[in-house]
């Protein structure tokens, strides 16, 4: 490999997210604890740790910045966002996933979480951080009816 070849690399950070749903219509958003977006409301997510897979990470991101523990084979994934751009901090692609949970689930805020918090799917925030409307749009539309 020449060393114009190599020049075009980037780094790539792989993380995962959670549209965490209950069956009444209730959406899993957690408030962002540091930048980029503090403060912002945003899916449950994170990168994904070095031997690991997107799907466990995702149930392990799920419970440390919610506290809500679910099997991955809860899980379903509903697709990949890797758009250049879509974080500031650099290229990110993240495999999102979908779970439905008992409407009666407790939540705690935890890591990177400033709060925690259910909001009804067409009662929640305007803007959502990063690409995560794109991402629960998404998710809403593999729904069957």
């Given at each position: 490999m020449?060393e ?7 780094t790539?950070?792989?993380t995962?997210?959670?549209v965490?749903?209950t069956?009444?219509g209730e959406v899993?958003l957690?408030?962002r604890?540091w930048?980029p977006?503090?403060?912002a ?8 740790d070095p031997?690991e ?8 991101e799920?419970e440390?910045?919610?506290g809500?523990t679910?099997?991955t084979?809860?899980?379903?994934q509903i697709g ?12 990110y692609?993240t495999?999102?996933?979908?779970v439905?949970?008992?409407?009666d689930?407790?939540?705690t805020?935890g890591t ?12 929640r925030?305007?803007r959502l ?5 794109a991402?629960?749009n998404?998710a809403?539309a593999?729904i069957?009816?």
């Open positions: 020449t114009a070849e190599t020049e075009t690399f980037e790539i950070r792989y995962a997210d959670v965490a749903l069956p009444t899993l957690i408030q604890d930048p977006h503090e403060g409301w945003a899916l449950p997510g994170g990168h994904v031997g897979t997107s799907l466990a990470a995702a149930a392990r799920l440390e910045e919610t809500v679910i099997p084979d809860n899980l379903r990949v966002w890797d758009t250049p751009g879509r974080d500031p901090r650099g290229r692609v495999v999102a996933y979908l439905i949970v008992p409407a689930t407790t939540i805020a990177d979480a400033r709060t925690a918090r259910w909001w009804p799917l067409y009662h925030p305007e951080a990063f690409d995560h409307a991402i629960l998404a809403l593999s069957p009816s």
